[in-house]
């Protein structure tokens, strides 16, 4: 038998687990036609005060978060998010009365949260006029100090030399402000780096400008527009302001909104999920990273940098982030809680899930795959998430609903139903699956998927379990 024969008979064999799996779940595969990509993403987020100022585009929107809290009635209580990200779900939960409280491991993300609660309940009249003569006036150009700008390996070279130039002089001038405004300009700047840099996000690295001199991907790439420093950064200021409240009364919420209390947790969800109180949640609405090779430190680069993270910090943060690029090592899940032996159990037992680990196995041991990291990926991913599945378990109410927002994937040609096996994970660790809602809009797979196994469109997901 051939190593196609064999590829074939293998893939046969995951789409009769997978078809079967689906007859397990036929009546909770739903079409929601409600559950537009937009709303699952950071698009709805675009025209919108306060959620539009940093454009994080793993983001879902503050739409999605409102839609499920009304669907479900929450009204009290407190949202738990394990993958915070930006705070959407936390600000927005926080918004409508309910506390929140939120896990995010990436200093973007926590810079993110920390200067939305700042601008929300520290800001002073006097901070609002000093960010006023910031959008009014280039401050940084009344100075001949300069501060020299973080800068790691992958982002050396990312800007034009006269907004180099303008940017050390912003990081100096800057220093001059109390630590409340200091942190609002640094905000700001996150806001915009990418937008007068020669780099794109481009999902797992970042993309360079061919006028930056380096080789970018097999032809030269050209991101368009450029901005320029002074006008990127005092529209950047003037789009934050316009979006607070009057100078008498700064803040993101008028107050007669009664908003809830939030609290972000620093780190790993692996980590601090199980120091988390049990049956104390009202809600889990969350969106991790989904199996897709994305490296978060890469295309975030920019900002870690800026934030002062260094290269040892930056290898850090890869294996510390759940498993969803071709360098995460394995983890030790037991040392890391020895309760977890229930979760890796259903994730060992988890037919479907085993079926294309053997498949990706043995396509790295054909020589098959584009990078042999791709099994150790697939499998932390699902492992991890089964802890993380547990974890959620144990924190929620009885009877509280889980959220999640997901997109299935595909490898060597194997569709991988991360929604089914997830949710199969999910019935095993102490949820009901009471919806599993589909858009009514796949997503592609990759030109490179298309071009040797043809074109096949991939489900994206809201997941809603129940806590039994």
């Known amino acids: 038998m051939t190593l196609l024969d064999v590829q074939s008979k293998t893939l046969i064999e995951i789409d009769q687990l997978d078809q079967a799996l689906?007859?397990?779940?036929?009546?909770?595969?739903?079409?929601?036609?409600?559950?537009?990509?937009?709303?699952?993403?950071?698009?709805?987020?675009?025209?919108?005060?306060?959620?539009?100022?940093?454009?994080?585009?793993?983001?879902?929107?503050?739409?999605?978060?409102?839609?499920?809290?009304?669907?479900?009635?929450?009204?009290?209580?407190?949202?738990?998010?394990?993958?915070?990200?930006?705070?959407?779900?936390?600000?927005?939960?926080?918004?409508?009365g309910l506390d929140a409280e939120g896990i995010e491991l990436l200093p973007i993300g926590q810079q993110i949260i920390a200067t939305k609660q700042l601008l929300e309940s520290a800001f002073t009249p006097e901070d609002f006029a000093a960010l006023q003569r910031w959008a009014a006036t280039p401050v940084w150009e009344l100075t001949d100090e300069r501060a020299r700008l973080p800068e790691l390996r992958i982002t050396r070279g990312a800007y034009p030399a006269e907004t180099q130039d303008a940017l050390e002089h912003y990081l100096a001038a800057y220093q001059q402000e109390n630590e409340r405004?200091?942190?609002?300009?640094?905000?700001a700047l996150l806001c915009v780096l990418e937008s007068m840099s020669y780099t794109r996000k481009d999902g797992q690295y970042l993309r360079w400008d061919y006028r930056a001199g380096r080789k970018s991907g097999k032809k030269p790439f050209d991101k368009g527009e450029?901005?320029?420093?002074?006008?990127?950064?005092?529209?950047?200021?003037?789009?934050?302001?316009?979006?607070?409240?009057?100078?008498?009364?700064?803040?993101?919420?008028?107050?007669?909104?009664?908003?809830?209390?939030?609290?972000?947790?620093?780190?790993?969800?692996?980590?601090?999920?199980?120091?988390?109180?049990?049956?104390?949640?009202?809600?889990?609405?969350?969106?991790?990273?989904?199996?897709?090779?994305?490296?978060?430190?890469?295309?975030?680069?920019?900002?870690?940098?800026?934030?002062?993270?260094?290269?040892?910090?930056?290898?850090?943060?890869?294996?510390?982030?759940?498993?969803?690029?071709?360098?995460?090592?394995?983890?030790?899940?037991?040392?890391?809680?020895?309760?977890?032996?229930?979760?890796?159990?259903?994730?060992?037992?988890?037919?479907?899930?085993?079926?294309?680990?053997?498949?990706?196995?043995?396509?790295?041991?054909?020589?098959a795959l584009n990078n042999d990291g791709i099994p150790r990926m697939v499998k932390g991913y699902f492992y991890e998430m089964a802890c993380v599945i547990a974890e959620c378990a144990r924190v929620l109410k009885p009877g509280a609903p889980l959220v999640m927002v997901n997109d299935n994937v595909r490898y060597a040609g194997a569709s991988i139903s991360v929604d089914m096996i997830l949710s199969a994970l999910a019935e095993r660790l102490g949820f009901c699956v009471e919806n599993i809602f589909v858009l009514p809009n796949g997503k592609g797979n990759s030109s490179q998927q298309m071009g040797m196994h043809g074109r096949e469109v991939l489900r994206k997901c809201v997941y809603v379990w129940v806590k039994e």
């Open 181 to 187: 405004v200091q942190a609002v300009l640094r905000f």
């Open 226 to 367: 450029i901005l320029r420093f002074e006008p990127a950064i005092r529209e950047k200021l003037q789009e934050i302001l316009s979006d607070l409240t009057p100078p008498a009364q700064p803040g993101l919420f008028p107050d007669d909104v009664v908003s809830g209390k939030l609290i972000l947790h620093n780190g790993s969800c692996l980590t601090l999920l199980p120091h988390l109180p049990a049956d104390h949640y009202s809600v889990v609405l969350t969106s991790p990273p989904y199996c897709n090779r994305y490296d978060y430190t890469r295309t975030y680069a920019l900002e870690l940098a800026l934030l002062g993270v260094d290269e040892a910090g930056l290898r850090k943060l890869r294996q510390d982030m759940l498993s969803c690029t071709v360098e995460n090592r394995a983890k030790d899940l037991l040392k890391l809680n020895p309760q977890w032996s229930a979760a890796i159990a259903a994730a060992d037992e988890q037919g479907l899930l085993q079926a294309i680990l053997n498949y990706l196995n043995a396509q790295k041991t054909a020589g």
């Open 22 to 96: 689906a007859q397990h779940f036929n009546d909770k595969l739903v079409v929601q036609t409600a559950l537009t990509r937009s709303l699952v993403s950071f698009q709805a987020n675009k025209t919108r005060p306060v959620y539009r100022w940093y454009k994080y585009k793993e983001a879902f929107s503050a739409a999605l978060v409102e839609y499920f809290l009304r669907q479900y009635k929450i009204e009290r209580g407190v949202l738990l998010d394990p993958f915070a990200g930006s705070g959407v779900a936390l600000f927005a939960a926080t918004a409508l």
